[in-house]
């Protein structure tokens, strides 16, 4: 039974210790030694001797190749960079454009991106950079992206209170039950903007987004009251560029209520509900509860008519961005392996090519959102986000002055 290549290496070494300093006719035992064990012919076990442990330079097709003879010495690589600093900093500029999306929603809109960029004289980087970031994955996005994500490293108690008696009369909608394929079936929810202190009126935002094609709108509201909750509907439907069919809300009282229910029922829509304390049937919207509403106003307290003026304005930006420009990926199916379940997701598209794609929407409609799509540029729907939540930010933080030098002028005179 013949030696295994790590044993032949370790014998050629030591051999190979003794030959070197061996007299010319001890090479000669020594070379017959290594023959003789390995059935090597005698050149190449000569050459072996001789070079063991030493750097050697082979020639193969006009391309110089180095190898260490006998020991096993690990040769590290050094490939040439492909993606260079230019390309890192269009990638993070496209990257910021988005609103920081991972590698798989983010490399199948740079085409788009780039495109846009030039078109409004943003991209400020050659066609060879333009090239590369077409033809870049994902994984290698998230890595050249590695060191932006490691500067840029908070939750909510839940302001749901349960509904009437009247939710008997709403059905029960469990998450696989709804229908997901025709636009115009919104999940709808309220995200509360208290800042920590539940006492008084501050503002929530209406959150809404249809399942179909993640097109997603958002209202502010002066308070969780069923008026204003109705009012912040109306908006939304009004804003919506299909028809409205459904909505289905968890069982807070601000939904299950005379003004909702009168008002489906008016206009024949479709008004569903899912189970208590089952949060994964309303999971769509609860997901862009943090994703966009969280993400873009903070968790500060917003009280005044002000910054409800200035939260409004700011959805507006905020929603055009988002359903033109930021890509979402769906859940294809799931398969279970023993303990273990694997997502299969489809290619990221926004939820403006969604709608291009989906058969229940008109031409019409589709052409209408075509030329919205060419006039619009994202560079400065997001430089116009950035100057609206500052804005709302440092209201809310000159609150918070006002209130810290309140209470030391009140100290100060109980003093």
């Known amino acids: 039974m013949g030696l295994d290549m790590k044993t032949r290496k370790i014998i050629t070494t030591e051999l190979a210790k003794r030959y070197q300093k061996a007299s010319k006719k001890e090479k000669g035992k020594i070379l017959d ?23 050697v330079v082979i020639c193969r097709k ?8 006998g020991e096993i010495r690990k040769v590290k690589r050094v490939r040439k960079r ?11 500029r496209i990257w ?34 333009e090239e590369k970031l077409l033809r870049i994955s994902s994984a290698t996005a998230d890595r050249l992206l590695r060191s932006e994500k490691k500067k840029m490293e908070i939750k909510c108690r839940s302001k749901t209170k349960p509904g009437t008696l009247l939710k008997l009369k709403i059905p029960i909608k469990t998450f696989s039950e709804l229908e997901r394929g025709k636009p115009g ?13 539940v006492k008084g009126d501050f503002i929530y935002t209406l959150n809404a987004v249809d399942p179909a094609t993640h097109w ?52 024949g829509i479709l008004f569903t509900r899912s189970r208590p304390g089952r949060k994964n049937d309303n999971c769509f919207v609860e997901q862009k509860n943090w994703s966009v509403v969280r993400k873009v106003v903070g968790y500060p307290r917003y009280d005044t008519e002000e910054e409800l003026k200035i939260m409004n304005e700011l959805w507006e930006v905020v929603d055009k961005f988002y359903n033109f420009f930021q890509p979402v990926m ?9 303990a273990r379940i694997r997502r299969k997701y489809d290619t990221a598209q926004t939820p403006y090519q969604r709608v291009l794609e989906n058969e229940y929407i008109c031409e019409e409609l589709k052409e209408r959102l075509r030329k919205e799509y ?4 994202p560079m400065e729907l997001r430089r116009e986000m950035i100057r609206l939540q500052n804005k709302l930010f440092k209201m809310a933080i000159s609150k918070i002055k006002d209130k810290d030098r309140e209470i030391r002028i009140e100290s100060y005179v109980r003093q």
């Not at 064990?37 to 442990?53: Q, V």
């Not at 002066?222 to 912040?232: L, P, S, T």
């Open 33 to 55: 030694e290594l023959t003789s064990l390995h059935s090597y012919n005698r050149s190449y076990a000569s050459w072996l001797l001789r070079n063991c442990g030493k750097k």
């Open 62 to 69: 006009g391309k110089e190749s180095i190898i260490f003879v």
């Open 82 to 92: 492909i993606y260079d600093d230019n390309c890192k900093k269009a990638l993070a």
């Open 96 to 129: 910021w454009t988005l609103d920081y999306p991972c590698g798989k929603r983010l490399v199948p809109e740079i085409p788009e991106m780039i495109e846009k960029m030039r078109r409004f004289g943003e991209w400020k980087w050659g066609d060879e950079v």
């Open 185 to 197: 079936y919104l999940d709808i929810d309220l995200v509360g903007h208290d800042g920590g202190n």
């Open 216 to 267: 997603s709108l958002r209202v502010s509201v002066r308070n969780r009251a069923q008026v204003w909750a109705f009012e912040g509907l109306k908006k939304i439907k009004g804003r919506l560029p299909f028809s409205l069919l459904g909505i289905h809300s968890d069982n807070d009282s601000a939904f299950i209520n005379a003004h909702f229910s009168g008002y489906c029922e008016q206009e």
């Open 330 to 338: 769906k859940l294809i199916r799931k398969e279970r392996e023993g």
């Open 374 to 377: 060419d006039k619009l540029n």
